[in-house]
């Protein structure tokens, strides 16, 4: 399966540490990270091979998307991955359970699952006409706004395309594009989900442009090296909480 990765070349390095994450956290991935750049990163590619796909593209945020899914058919499954966002904790055989379901979805209009259940997710109430089930363990909750589309998570190629359709052509920041979606309602016949229950704790490396203390502490235990190009923030950023567990019982957080 494609991880489409929003980056571009100055965040190269946070990017590393993106994949390093997901390499060492969920090494049962089956992603091909596809990477857009303007200078050839071949460190990146020696690094890691065949799990990362090098796509020359544009600068701008819409024609590097567009460029990443030009080749893609409407339906196919990918995995959103932006780069400002890294793995701290997962529950690897839930959300391979959750990889594996999805790939086997026939219903056309189910269009994004997501694992992270936080921030503005937590609000969405459950009833009988917005839930599914995916398997017998893992319940999906329907989202009706692109609320937390930025989270790491499973997306038909088409609910890209069509939110991204939606914003100016003119170039813009990164952190403009909540306001470009704020208040716009997914398509009804692309429906978006969430999983009942949190499975990951994912951290954020940046934060109004600087690394958040947590990427820069994470990025030195790895033992790589800290972009200098960049100012370090105070503030440390962790989205998620999973359940505790005390002699074998799960007790999930309330």
Request: a positive charge; proline letters at 6%; charged letters at 25%.
């Amino acid at each position: 399966m494609k991880a489409i990765v929003l980056t571009c070349d100055r965040y190269l390095t946070i990017l590393d540490h993106t994949i390093q994450t997901y390499q060492n956290l969920w090494p049962s991935h089956p992603f091909t990270f596809r990477v857009p750049y303007q200078t050839y990163p071949s460190s990146l590619k020696e690094k890691y091979g065949d799990y990362i796909e090098l796509i020359p593209s544009p600068k701008q945020i819409k024609l590097t998307v567009k460029t990443l899914l030009e080749d893609l058919p409407d339906s196919e499954w990918i995995y959103w991955c932006i780069d400002d966002k890294y793995l701290v904790q997962i529950e690897e055989e839930k959300v391979n359970e959750i990889t594996h379901h999805i790939q086997r979805i026939q219903d056309p209009q189910i269009c994004g699952v997501s694992f992270c259940r936080a921030r503005g997710l937590m609000n969405i109430n459950k009833n009988k006409n917005n839930t599914i089930r995916l398997s017998n363990n893992i319940e999906l909750i329907q989202r009706v706004y692109y609320n937390q589309i930025w989270f790491h998570q499973f997306l038909r190629v088409k609910v890209l395309k069509d939110l991204f359709a939606i914003f100016p052509d003119h170039d813009f920041k990164a952190k403009e594009m909540d306001q470009f979606k704020h208040g716009v309602k997914v398509p009804p016949e692309q429906k978006l989900y969430v999983s009942n229950k949190n499975m990951v704790i994912f951290g954020e490396s940046t934060t109004r442009g600087k690394l958040t203390k947590n990427c820069v502490s994470s990025m030195e235990k790895m033992g790589l090296e800290i972009p200098s190009n960049m100012e370090r923030s105070n503030q440390s950023i962790i989205i998620g909480k999973l359940p505790i567990r005390f002699l074998g019982i799960e007790v999930p957080f309330l």
